[in-house]
Antibody
Framework: QVQLLESGGGVVQRGGSLRLSCAAS????????FHWVRQAPGKGLEWVAF????????YYANSVKGRFTISRDNSRNTLFLQMDSLREDDSAVYYC?????????????WGQGTLVTVSS | DIVVTQSPDSLAVSLGERATINCKSS????????????LAWYQQKPGQSPNLIIK???TRASGVPDRINGSGSGTDFTLTITSLQAEDVAVYYC??????????FGQGTKVEIK
């Protein structure tokens, strides 16, 4: 079955960096696009970034463009999110989510999330 | 960007009664060439990650009970739980994937037991 396991969250100071990972198993990782979605405490879901199945196209929310970088390693079945210049409003649970297709449609499976806290 | 708006923000329904959640997109998400509505619904139970329950506006995801139904087309959609069970207590989100980026979610609707 599909398993997505995020890691790398933690407490970081404002302006700092953090790299999230999402280890995937149970399916053909290289055949699907992937998303990062975040949820601030007590708030709704906010889409953050998407990468196509082969890593050729990457898209970002305006709120993180220029600061976050999504990437993937298809040989290791792993998705990444490099987060730089972190701000307090980046504090959230970050979910990786498998897309239903190669190019970006609905989010068919979600990980359990990893908490990022940005302190001042 | 397509804005997706849900109503109400929360509702309390008695066990066995119907729960209805509305979702409206600022533009049509119906793709005329395949007659598909690019809209999904997710359920997030307390303390858990979101889970896909409806795709293409009305197709249940695997394992979703038939008391949960999606309907609508174009810009107006509805998620209906025909006979609310205790395990349906959750926040429900609709999301459009017609125009991306960005993929946009509604603000969520919290369903509780009355």
């Amino acid at each position: 079955q599909v398993q997505l396991l995020e890691s790398g969250g933690g407490v970081v100071q404002r302006g700092g960096s953090l790299r999230l990972s999402c280890a995937a198993s149970g399916f053909s990782f290289s055949s699907f696009g992937f998303h990062w979605v975040r949820q601030a405490p007590g708030k709704g879901l906010e889409w953050v970034a998407f990468i196509r199945y082969d890593g050729t196209y990457k898209y970002y929310a305006n709120s993180v463009k220029g600061r976050f970088t999504i990437s993937r390693d298809n040989s290791r079945n792993t998705l990444f999110l490099q987060m730089d210049s972190l701000r307090e409003d980046d504090s959230a649970v970050y979910y990786c989510a498998k897309d239903s297709s190669r190019f970006g449609e609905f989010l068919s499976s979600w990980g359990q999330g990893t908490l990022v806290t940005v302190s001042s | 960007d397509i804005v997706v708006t849900q109503s109400p923000d929360s509702l309390a329904v008695s066990l066995g009664e119907r729960a209805t959640i509305n979702c409206k997109s600022s533009q049509s998400v119906l793709y005329s060439s395949n007659n598909k509505n690019y809209l999904a619904w997710y359920q997030q139970k307390p303390g858990q990650s979101p889970n896909l329950i409806i795709k293409w506006a009305s197709t249940r995801a695997s394992g979703v009970p038939d008391r949960i139904n999606g309907s609508g087309s174009g810009t107006d959609f509805t998620l209906t739980i025909t006979s609310l069970q205790a395990e349906d207590v959750a926040v429900y989100y609709c999301q459009q994937y017609f125009t991306n980026p960005p993929w946009t979610f509604g603000q969520g609707t919290k369903v509780e037991i009355k």
